[in-house]
């Protein structure tokens, strides 16, 4: 089975703009969950979807947004970014069954200037 | 609240055993987790363990469980250069009938010399 994938794997934005990272699930995993990793917080849960739904949200602000399309596949979109927004995305996949393993992709590195 | 703590470093010499320690505060926890990051890349799932287990050993890899101290010890057996990674503990609280997202610890840096 291919693992999980997103794109890009790299981004450079100015403040102010607005971003859309993508990730692909391992075939068959129906929930998607994001992650930001900087070096000062550390690894910090964004959002989970769910047969296209949000089941749990993290505590970031309203500009940190997501979506699930039908085929599983998520998006996350960030606006009106700040230079505190440059960090690795991580987003993980599970089949949601019992030990709840989550496997994640490579990750998107983003950095705001 | 819910949180995670680990040592930052840890150094050892090629061919000793590795011991990285972390402690959780949430008592609802069902498993947890152990995960490895090397440079550039994602993260790796190592192994797990449920709650209600003590002990679990797979392959090198030896996870011990204190649930009476939250306690959570991964030890690595004959280590190698190339488990030169950053290794995170995880916990995944239980919610009302539900796993719930991954709560992460600091990651601990495990330097190996040869």
């Known amino acids: 089975k291919a693992g999980v994938t997103q794109t890009p794997r790299y981004l450079i934005k100015t403040r102010g703009q607005q971003v859309t990272l993508s990730c692909s699930p391992i075939?068959?995993?129906?929930?998607v969950s994001w992650y930001q990793q900087t070096p000062g917080q550390g690894l910090q849960f964004l959002f989970e979807?769910?047969?296209?739904?949000?089941?749990n949200k993290g505590n970031f602000p309203g500009r940190f947004s997501g979506r699930q399309f039908s085929n599983s596949r998520s998006e996350m979109n960030v606006s009106t970014l700040e230079l505190g927004d440059s960090a690795l995305y991580l987003c993980?996949?599970?089949?949601?069954?019992?030990?709840?393993?989550?496997?994640f992709g490579p990750g998107t590195r983003l950095t705001v200037l | 609240g819910e949180d995670v703590e680990q040592s930052l470093f840890l150094s050892v010499r090629e061919g000793d055993s590795s011991v990285i320690n972390c402690t959780y505060t949430?008592?609802?926890?069902?498993?947890l987790y152990w995960y490895k990051q090397e440079p550039g890349a994602g993260l790796q799932l190592l192994t797990y363990i449920f709650s209600n287990m003590d002990m679990k050993q797979d392959q090198r890899l030896t996870v011990l469980l204190n649930k009476k101290d939250k306690h959570l010890s991964l030890r690595i057996a004959d280590t190698q250069t190339g488990d030169s990674a950053i290794y995170f503990c995880?916990?995944?609280?239980?919610?009302?009938?539900?796993?719930?997202?991954?709560?992460f610890g600091k990651g601990t840096k495990l330097s190996v010399k040869p």
């Open positions: 979807y769910f047969s296209e739904t949000q089941r």
């Open positions: 993980a996949s599970s089949d949601i069954q019992g030990n709840n393993e989550q496997f």
């Open positions: 995880a916990e995944t609280p239980y919610y009302g009938g539900s796993q719930g997202n991954l709560i």
């Open positions: 949430d008592s609802s926890s069902t498993y």
């Open positions: 075939s068959g995993h129906r929930s």
